[in-house]
T-cell receptor, first 114, second 113 residues
Framework: DVKVTQSSRYLVKRTGEKVFLECVQD?????MFWYRQDPGLGLRLIYF???????EKGDIPEGYSVSREKKERFSLILESASTNQTSMYLC?????????????FGDGTRLSIL | QQQVKQSPQSLIVQKGGISIINCAYE??????FPWYQQFPGKGPALLIA?????SEKKEGRFTISFNKSAKQFSLHIMDSQPGDSATYFC????????????FGQGTELSVKP
């Protein structure tokens, strides 16, 4: 079974802090994604990556950056956390290509910015 | 044109009833339409998916109906059970997006015993 592991289930940070959310997958997937989930808005794509050191902006990249130094690890960085970034963050991975099949999700990190 | 609109936002169904969730899209280039199921405290997981060359796909109690001309697709859960209580997301993607999915807003389903 594919396993996508997010380093923290719950995280509380202060406004202005630099926040790192980590994600690791064990299925050698090329594609990795970061989403935020908010009630009534569904899952919105922040950034995605098709390969090591490659990244592309999703629909809501403002205030975020990402890092992918190794194939299995994809990090989301909040450069200067703000209260409107309080949310559930979900990481996913999938095989490459247009018919990539299912995305496999981690269980999420619930981030609170005070 | 990239949006996928999902309704209703919440749904309450009696045990044994039929749950129906609807989605609509604009981009005719979409060629893959999955449904994801999410239980509390868990990430979404693929439930069932369809491609536009078929009008219906059934897996157990779950059926996707697809209407290409209307640009709509729906999830039907037959004989709904309390264990089906979860949040359901429709999604869509197309060839040039390399696996990137566009999700609907989600439907919170509650099946009452």
């Amino acid at each position: 079974d594919v396993k996508v592991t997010q380093s923290s289930r719950y995280l509380v940070k202060r406004t202005g802090e630099k926040v790192f959310l980590e994600c690791v997958q064990d299925m050698d997937h090329e594609n990795m994604f970061w989403y935020r989930q908010d009630p009534g808005l569904g899952l919105r794509l922040i950034y995605f990556s098709y390969d090591v050191k490659m990244k592309e902006k999703g629909d809501i990249p403002e205030g975020y950056s990402v890092s992918r130094e190794k194939k299995e690890r994809f990090s989301l960085i909040l450069e200067s956390a703000s209260t409107n970034q309080t949310s559930m963050y979900l990481c996913a991975s999938s095989r490459p290509g247009s018919l990539a099949g299912p995305q496999h999700f981690g269980d999420g990190t619930r981030l609170s910015i005070l | 044109q990239q949006q996928v609109k999902q309704s209703p936002q919440s749904l309450i169904v009696q045990k044994g009833g039929i749950s129906i969730i609807n989605c609509a899209y604009e981009n005719t280039a979409f060629d893959y339409f999955p449904w994801y199921q999410q239980f509390p405290g868990k990430g979404p997981a693929l439930l069932i998916a369809i491609r536009p060359d078929v009008s219906e796909k059934k897996e157990g109690r779950f059926t996707i109906s697809f209407n290409k001309s209307a640009k709509q697709f729906s999830l039907h859960i037959m004989d709904s059970q309390p264990g089906d209580s979860a949040t359901y997301f429709c999604a869509a993607s197309y060839y040039n997006q390399g696996g990137k999915l566009i999700f609907g807003q989600g439907t919170e389903l509650s099946v009452k015993p």
